[in-house]
């Protein structure tokens, strides 16, 4: 089935965050920081671990993955989609597509292209792994904007003045039915088909990933995350959680912890990203982002390459698990 995003709900949704398509006319509200986090947990049915993601907040890039195909293949599907990604967004490639009208849009769809082609070529060589495919989520941040792109149903969430909103618009049957009136959001999340995708990674040349630019103010989280969070925890409570929390590293481990509580049916992965005010007014806010540099991970822009890809590659770490048969989840 083809995306069927409606123009109505992209028109109210611009209209509400000002949103803007070109990522590139938007106005500057000053200076702003990015403090980041990600973790990926297995939860409390699955055997293994098939959503792989990246964090790095010093090149502005951040990316949620979700692989499918079970066996080894989801897993190896989200893992080449992200590595795929991580080597087109470079640091000089972000630079660049972020000096260029549009430019951004361009890059991350190409980038989303090569991770598709990546794992068609690996599905087409491994007997067994014809199913392999994975969604992405991708958020880049640069001069306070956030460029979000994906295919599936990753979601990027806005979190704003004590509320959650997605970005993003599921790439699945059942948004697709929501969208047409056939069926409620309440009755999607129960649907038999809620699992089934529109579109991802590894399944088909053609892609239609979907884009879209925000401008960030102070204070504002965004949240990547799998369907192992979405599916399990409201939107209230995500907001309600990413709000508790100054130090986005705690805002995970509470939202993980939050999935696991309501049943952990499937792999959770999250990223929660937080822009600061580059110069905090009060005293005691500087006090709390001297803390923060002392964390030069979590810190974008400021400390050169302290922590190399080497690390980063153990954050897109997955337990090795047994093999086992997918267990349908239960909502
Ligand atoms: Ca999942």
Redesign the pocket.
């Known amino acids: 089935m083809q995306e069927a995003t409606p123009k109505g709900w992209w028109r109210r949704l611009i209209e509400r965050l000002g949103l803007d398509r070109s990522g590139g006319t938007l106005e500057d509200a000053g200076p702003l920081r990015v403090l980041a986090a990600g973790e990926t947990d297995v939860g409390r049915e699955r055997q293994r671990n098939e959503?792989a993601f990246l964090c790095l907040p010093e090149r502005g890039l951040f990316i949620v993955a979700?692989g499918l195909g079970g066996e080894a293949a989801g897993k190896e599907a989200s893992r080449l989609g992200v590595e795929t990604l991580q080597g087109i967004l470079t640091q000089a490639s972000l630079e660049a597509a972020t000096a260029i009208n549009g430019g951004l849009e361009n890059l991350l769809r190409q980038a989303i292209e090569a991770g598709n082609q990546a794992i068609l070529d690996v599905a087409r060589a491994n007997v067994g792994w014809e199913r392999m495919g994975t969604t992405v989520v991708i958020a880049v941040v640069r001069d306070g904007v956030v460029h979000l792109s994906h295919v599936g149903d990753s979601r990027a969430y806005l979190v704003r003045a004590g509320k959650a909103v997605s970005l993003t618009r599921d790439h699945s049957t059942v948004m697709a039915l929501v969208d047409a009136g056939y069926l409620t959001p309440k009755q999607a999340r129960t649907h038999p088909l809620r699992n089934e995708l529109s579109q991802c990674l590894g399944v088909d040349e053609r892609l239609k990933p979907s884009y879209a630019a925000l401008r960030l103010n102070p204070g504002d989280r965004i949240v990547l995350c799998?369907?192992?969070l979405w599916d399990m925890v409201t939107d209230e409570k995500l907001a309600q959680l990413v709000l508790r929390y100054a130090d986005p590293d705690d805002a995970v481990r509470a939202l993980i912890a939050a999935a696991n509580e309501a049943g952990g049916y499937?792999?959770i992965t999250v990223i929660v990203i937080k822009a600061e005010a580059e110069e905090p007014e009060e005293s005691h806010a500087r006090s709390q982002e001297s803390e923060a540099i002392t964390d030069p991970h979590f810190l974008v822009g400021e400390v050169p390459n302290s922590r190399g890809p080497r690390d980063w590659t153990e954050r897109l770490r997955r337990p090795q698990e047994e093999k086992r048969e997918e267990q349908e989840i239960k909502v």
Do not use: L, R
């Open positions: 959503d979700d799998t369907d192992g499937d792999n």
